[in-house]
């Protein structure tokens, strides 16, 4: 078992994780976004950016984002964003996707398919891998590192799981309330219309991902957070 492996379980351990530690291990092993942590790293072989930047890690959202330095001009983004990670994923390549840009600040979207994916994740069983991976943030950036947990998204496709990703956004958010150098960036209610149901026509065709009327959505929410490193 290597370094990262034993901090997983033994932060796993202390925090008495929910999750199976014997389906955590089978996902690992699986490595299912192994080509896009390649890629990033043969990128970074070519040109690696400067210590200190803003480092955008998760899921799909943040994937498709391609054009994210378009919305924020002048904030030196890193996208690092790999498929439809989920936060078990997004703990395994922590070194590759977040630690090793040693940024200043981490923007986190992540933790919708783990429900999602499997029936049996519950709302409490993100918030213990979200604890999981802000532990390990904890201990491998420095203490000024500022770190944004953006809130789980509501979409057409997965309506039906829409009390789940409130429920966990809630935890999470409670969680946040009492950390340091952490904050919880709600997007969830203004992806909502005025009787609190999701809005039709900021998503493309498969009714999840969104389009660019979903981004300026997060954009407007998202610039308040951001900050340019000294």
């Known amino acids: 078992m290597n370094y990262l492996h034993k901090a997983i379980f033994k932060t796993a351990c202390i925090l008495c994780c929910a999750f199976c530690i014997g389906q955590f291990n089978s996902r690992l092993q699986a490595q299912p976004f192994k080509q896009e942590i390649l890629q990033f790293q043969k990128s970074d072989s070519i040109v690696m950016p400067p210590k200190g930047q803003i480092v955008f890690a998760g899921s799909s959202s943040f994937t498709r984002w391609k054009d994210v330095a378009m919305y924020f001009p002048g ?53 213990d891998r979200f604890k999981i991976l802000h532990t390990i943030l904890l201990n491998k950036l420095p203490r000024s590192t500022k770190i944004i947990f953006v809130s789980l998204k509501p979409s057409v496709a997965r309506w039906h799981l829409e009390s789940k990703f409130l429920e966990a956004n809630k935890l999470i958010q409670a969680y946040i309330g009492t950390q340091k150098n952490i904050q919880y960036l709600d997007v969830h209610s203004f992806m909502l219309d005025e009787n609190k149901m999701v809005l039709q026509d900021i998503f493309i065709a498969d009714k999840l991902h969104m389009n660019s009327k979903g981004y300026l959505i997060w954009q407007k929410q998202f610039v308040p957070y951001l900050t340019i490193p000294k």
Do not use: H, W
Request: aromatic content about 14%; proline content about 6%.
């Open 75 to 127: 904030y030196p983004i890193i996208n690092r964003g790999f498929g439809g990670a989920s936060l078990v994923d997004l703990i395994y390549y922590v070194d590759e996707a977040i630690i090793k840009y040693q940024p200043s600040q981490v923007f986190i979207y992540c933790g919708e398919n783990d429900m999602a994916d499997v029936d049996t994740v519950s709302p409490a069983t993100v918030l």
